[in-house]
């Protein structure tokens, strides 16, 4: 399963994911070679390598790395004939997903991973559809944007082979990702779960009357937002427990305040009211700054902590 060295990757779809997903492997030195069905994809694409560019030189380009490593190709099949690993980043619709894999099942070499970007499809669903090799058919979810969060859920579905999912593992980790596994299917993986819960409570939260929307905001970003870029839920909880950790705080009255508290927390539906409440709290947080300078400072930010972390012993 995928010959050595990998070193074209077919990207199938180039919008938000898939064109950042490009990014990624053009600076790790790889061939791309994309498609997508939308008039002027291509530009629009080489524009964002072109504009993500100086974000992955501070990254660290690879040897060979280089934009015009890219080309578009009009036909999926054709790009999945031609790669050693496809990565698919096509809209979030279950036909059209079922009818890309069959097709690029049917053309791709047997030893080719297919790894689908989706949210919130089951790769079960789109293994089904693809008779040839379905066990190479897998998961491989990441998280926006792609070329800086390390994240890659994989998960094998049905049918995907030990084999395959070690590959593709293998393979994301070569290109500087952090994957994990998932042992079983779930609608939203893993890590959108987690961001669901804490949605779900945030809206409660504000709906209750209990905080404004810019203090919810901050109780994260100031408060265990920050921990959470370097630590996990359950280290963090360790730590919560002192020098004895988990197993002392397990004995404490805290830990039965603390689940105690999970069966207060609420369950909303954002109505109307609700979301123009919300909305209008960004738009004061905002203060009629565009979102543009947000996102320039929260990747610049985000450079400087991956970094920070690589550098760092004693961190995960
Ligand atoms: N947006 C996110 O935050 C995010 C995060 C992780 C994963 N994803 C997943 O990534 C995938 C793409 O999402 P997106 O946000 O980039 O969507 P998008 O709408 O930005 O991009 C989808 C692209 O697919 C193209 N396309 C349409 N038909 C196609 C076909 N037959 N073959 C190939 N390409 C085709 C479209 O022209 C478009 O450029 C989805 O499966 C989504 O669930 C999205």
Not at 18 to 45: C, K, M, Y
Request: proline residues 7%.
């Amino acid at each position: 399963m995928i010959e050595q060295p990998v070193r074209r990757i077919a990207v199938i779809g180039t919008g938000l994911i898939g064109a950042s997903w490009a990014l990624l492997f053009l600076a790790r030195g790889l061939d791309v070679v994309a498609t997508d069905p939308a008039p002027g994809a291509e530009e629009a694409t080489r524009r964002a390598v072109e504009a993500g560019w100086s974000a992955m030189e501070r990254l660290g380009l690879s040897d060979r790395a280089s934009p015009d490593r890219l080309r578009f190709v009009t036909r999926p099949e054709d790009a999945a004939a031609a790669a050693d690993f496809v990565q698919e980043n096509g809209p979030e619709r279950l036909d059209l997903k079922r009818d890309l894999f069959a097709r690029m099942d049917a053309a791709a070499p047997a030893h080719v991973i297919l790894a689908s970007s989706t949210s919130t499809i089951q790769v079960s669903q789109v293994q089904s559809a693809c008779p040839r090799h379905p066990g190479r058919v897998l998961l491989g979810h990441p998280f926006n944007p792609p070329h800086l969060i390390p994240l890659v859920e994989v998960a094998g579905g049905d049918a995907g082979t030990e084999e395959a999912i070690e590959a593709a593992m293998s393979f994301y980790r070569a290109v500087g990702k952090h994957p994990i596994r998932l042992r079983k299917e779930v609608p939203g993986h893993v890590a959108n779960r987690l961001q669901a819960a804490l949605w779900q409570e945030a809206f409660h939260l504000v709906q209750s009357g209990v905080v404004s929307v810019a203090d919810l905001d901050a109780a994260i970003a100031h408060g265990p937002g920050l921990r959470w870029a370097l630590l996990g839920p359950f280290l963090n909880l360790h730590l919560s427990g002192g020098p004895g950790g988990l197993a002392a705080l397990f004995d404490k009255p805290l830990w039965a305040a603390t689940q105690a508290l999970w069966r207060d927390l609420g369950s909303v539906t954002v109505n109307p009211a609700l979301a123009r409440e919300v909305a209008d709290g960004v738009a004061a947080e905002l203060g009629g700054q565009g979102t543009d300078g947000m996102v320039a400072a929260r990747d610049d930010v985000l450079l400087q902590l991956l970094a920070a972390k690589a550098g760092t012993a004693g961190l995960p």
